[in-house]
């Protein structure tokens, strides 16, 4: 029997291979294109970033090394380019430009897929460089070693964030734009939460919801031109945006093709034609979870494919079972990855779900190394069947992804996930394992001992209730919901009825586990109605971008650093090492505050957290204390704090009204282009007497903070007419009075630039870089139809508590 095999990577090199063990007299030939076979495509953006320091070892198997350990016949620079399903037999093109015939009594197509280029202006330009096979990692790496400076990377999803990576690694500047909201789209949106701040902390610019429009040739240099109107300059740019299935020769040979484009095969792998099989990213497969048809391209599947191919060819019957689309990235410290369907894909094809967040700690919390994982489970409402499973985090996030990888394809339940005997010993996990712990959690919610609300029904579907925070007056005063009531958990048997009982309640702690014992304690009391928020604040600022308790932690840290500089304590030489590694909030708050408490004024202490939101809690909470944040830092999954304690708060008198009067608040309303305009340069004075300022943005003034460009596809037809209506962002708006149908507006605008006046947008990023907090209202946000990602970048999303918040301590307000 002859075997040819076309492509000669994942799935071809291991058609090829199993071939071989199971038909030690079969002539197998495989082609290939390239000039390398089975090479290790993952790991190209290592080599490009220097963790993989030598090219070699990405090449790992040769044409040479393959007939003597297989007795295989590769050929590298062989492009098949054309079947003849009749005849048996394959045009090959030479790399020298020769042609040949190859028969086979069994074809193996193994092309794979190709990246996207899109159809843009100037996609051709040579900086614009693709990222698939060795010569494109070295393409890339070429223009790197030569002193490339700035990189631009198209595509969040996993090749575009490790290739981010990689690059920073090598020190280049990297802006990374991706068309939805969000870093890798196979996840739901707030599990991506996380990895986008991680990779601004590390300093990679992120522009979300964005598309790139043109590339244009700049002094050697590319122009990204981005639908929104901003132009970035790069030495080099990857376009990771995605992959296409290489199904020319399979089309023109009149194989069938599947709906979403791939090759279309049985479980066998053959295709529409018995003596040919096809696998890898170039076959269209069936989605193990939803059943649905699928383009899943990843290495494993090919691989496994492949071999499966190969065994049916042999004469064995062996059926692949679909795709569950496991699939894991590391970025930078962190890790996340997902398995089974995610909850947008449940919704989009109308599958009943249920979800269960939780955030427990990827081993014992006693012993060092450890932090909060993110963990989402999506499971059946009726049978509790696992339908699909995310985990975000720094240490044992990929075990735990493949546990659930496996219960998914073992068809559990979340009730068996609590039987699960996983392996345990400090360093490694926990007695209850997190695994373990979402069946727990699952489980509760099916059986009717929780009931859960999620941070999506905040504020509309929790407006009838009261919000109730159980956490501590301290972790409230960092950072609540907008609107809730503190009741500590301690305190709530004692404090019943102050609740009303006729009201819904919504309780919320940082992670859901004290909201769980208050959801048992008021439904044991009376309460009718009560709700646990899921994942806790934790998921809820991820849902709703707050970054507020979860750490955005640059801007924070480097203005409260800053301002209490003015006023710090002298350090008096004495300094304390505290670790505070793997406690959760409010652990490491409250343990700072004990050992700053019995510290003198002007020692240091040395705080090393896990919990993630260590990074400004601690921040907002010492600037609250009057304690000086001399530095902060990461390193891994570790945040190391230095604190100087500062004098202690009995200030002389007037000295709390003083600093009332350097803060500023306004209530900008209007959209009209001078009203907005003269809140900024009242803004913008006010910052440089160096007062703090909150504007918040409502209604008509929210528009002065819209993005150009396209709306957020997928909202409601009068949310996008409001869209539509609304002007666009600072240069769209228009003179109050004056505007003469744009004239008028045009005039001032000239005026404005001829006199070297700032102009409006200038205004906004002055105001934004000298530290003003920009907040938009959420209500009228959500009245207005608009989303968050349509407003420009580093606007914060608040209610109107936030703004009563700041303005309780401002010296002047303004409603303009
Ligand atoms: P390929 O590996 O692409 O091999 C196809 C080969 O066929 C190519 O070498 C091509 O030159 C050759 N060929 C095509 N047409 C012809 C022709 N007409 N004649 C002769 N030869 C032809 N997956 C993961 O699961 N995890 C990861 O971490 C991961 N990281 C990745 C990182 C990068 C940078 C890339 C590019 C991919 C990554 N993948 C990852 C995806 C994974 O590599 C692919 O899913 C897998 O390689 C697909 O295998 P394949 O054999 O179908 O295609």
């Known amino acids: 029997m002859k075997i040819l095999i076309i492509g000669g990577v994942a799935a071809g090199a291991s058609a090829a291979a199993r071939a071989r063990r199971l038909a ?84 193996v197509l193994c092309p794979g897929a190709s990246p996207i280029r899109p159809d843009l202006p100037g996609a051709d330009h040579e900086r614009v460089l693709v990222l698939r096979n060795v010569d494109d990692m070295d ?73 790139a429009a043109a590339f244009r040739e700049a002094d050697g240099a590319v122009a990204v031109e981005l639908v929104s109107g901003t132009t970035l300059r790069a030495d080099l740019v990857v376009m990771a945006a995605g992959v296409r299935p290489d199904t020319e020769l399979a089309r023109a040979a009149g194989l069938e093709l599947g709906d979403r484009g791939g090759i279309r095969v049985d479980a066998h792998m053959r295709t529409s034609d018995p003596d040919i099989y096809a696998a890898g990213d170039a076959v269209e497969v069936t989605d193990f979870v939803t059943g649905r048809q699928a383009q899943i391209p990843l290495a494993g599947p090919a691989n496994r494919q492949g071999r499966i191919a190969a065994e049916n060819i042999c004469g064995r019957d062996t059926e692949y079972t679909g795709t569950q689309g496991t699939a894991i990235v590391k970025i930078f410290d962190m890790t996340g990855g997902g398995t089974g369907a995610s909850e947008k894909s449940l919704a989009r094809l109308g599958t009943p779900y249920r979800k269960v967040y939780l955030h427990p700690s990827g081993h014992a919390g006693y012993y060092p190394g450890t932090a909060p994982m993110h963990v989402k489970v999506l499971f059946a409402p009726d049978s509790g069947k696992l339908l699909g499973a995310q985990v975000t985090g720094y240490d044992g996030v990929d075990k735990r992804l493949d546990v659930f990888a496996t219960a998914i394809r073992a068809g559990m339940t979340v009730y068996d996930l609590q039987e699960l005997e996983l392996a345990y010993a400090p360093p490694y996990g926990s007695a209850k394992d997190p695994v373990n712990m979402a069946g727990f959690v699952a489980s509760n919610i099916l059986k009717g001992d929780v009931e859960p609300w999620y941070a999506e029904d905040y504020p509309d579907r929790t407006a009838d209730g009261v919000v109730l925070d159980v956490r501590s007056p301290r972790e409230y005063e960092t950072w609540h919901i907008p609107g809730a009531v503190n009741v500590p958990l301690s305190r709530l048997r004692t404090l019943l009825d102050t609740l009303d009982r006729g009201r819904p309640v919504y309780v919320y702690c940082k992670v859901g586990f004290r909201s769980y014992l208050a959801y048992r304690i008021l439904k044991q009391s009376g309460f009718q109605r009560v709700r646990t928020l899921s994942g806790g604040s934790m998921t809820f600022c991820a849902y709703h971008g707050t970054g507020v308790c979860r750490g955005a932690p640059e801007p924070p840290v480097m203005s409260y650093a800053e301002e209490k500089t003015l006023g710090a304590a002298a350090p008096s030489g004495r300094s304390v090492e505290l670790d505070l590694c793997g406690l959760q909030c409010p652990g490491p708050i409250k343990r700072l505050a004990d050992a700053l408490h019995s510290a003198s004024v002007g020692d240091e202490i040395r705080a090393c957290a896990t919990d993630q939101g260590f990074a400004s809690d601690a921040p907002a909470w010492c600037k609250r204390q009057g304690h000086e944040v001399v530095s902060i830092s990461r390193d891994g999954a570790k945040i190391t704090a230095v604190i100087r304690k500062g004098a202690p708060l009995q200030q002389p008198a007037g000295a709390a009204a003083a600093a ?157």
């Open 660 to 816: 009332a009067k350097t803060k500023k608040t306004m209530v900008v309303f209007s959209g009209d282009l001078d009203k907005v305009l003269a809140a900024f340069v009242i803004a913008n004075g006010a910052l440089s007497r160096g007062d703090e300022v909150t504007m918040f943005f409502t209604f008509w003034g929210l528009n002065a903070l819209r993005r150009p460009g396209p709306q957020t596809p997928g909202k409601p037809l009068l949310d996008r007419m409001f869209g539509w209506m609304m002007p666009k962002g600072a240069n769209a708006l228009k003179l109050s009075q004056m505007h003469m149908m744009g004239a008028g507006t045009a005039m001032m605008r000239h005026v404005m630039k001829e006199k070297k006046v700032d102009s409006l947008p200038d205004l906004i990023a002055a105001a934004r870089a000298g530290g003003a907090r920009i907040v938009a209202c959420s209500m009228s946000m959500d009245v207005m139809g608009l989303k968050a990602e349509e407003l420009v970048e580093g606007i914060e999303i608040g209610g109107v508590a936030t703004f009563l918040g700041e303005s309780d301590d401002a010296g002047m307000s303004l409603f303009i």
């Open 139 to 211: 393409r890339i790496k070429a223009l790197v070693d030569s002193g490339a400076r700035r990189a631009v990377v198209i595509g969040g999803g996993y090749i575009g964030v490790e290739m981010a990576e990689s690059l920073r690694e090598r020190g280049l500047d990297v802006d990374l734009v991706e068309m939805v909201d969000q870093v890798m789209p196979p996840l739901d949106r707030e599990m991506a939460h996380d990895m986008e701040e991680h990779m601004r902390w590390h300093g990679v610019r992120l522009h979300l919801g964005q598309k």
């Open 24 to 107: 030690e007299k079969a002539e197998i030939v495989m082609l290939e294109r390239g000039q390398h076979v089975s090479f290790a495509n993952c790991g190209l953006p290592y080599h490009i970033g220097g963790a993989i320091a030598e090219r070699d070892r990405l090449l790992l198997q040769t044409p040479e090394s393959l007939r003597a350990s297989l007795a295989l016949d590769v050929r590298v620079g062989h492009e098949a380019v054309a079947i003849d399903r009749a005849a048996k037999s394959v045009k090959v093109r030479e790399a020298g430009g020769g042609t040949y015939d190859e028969s086979y009594d069994k074809l």
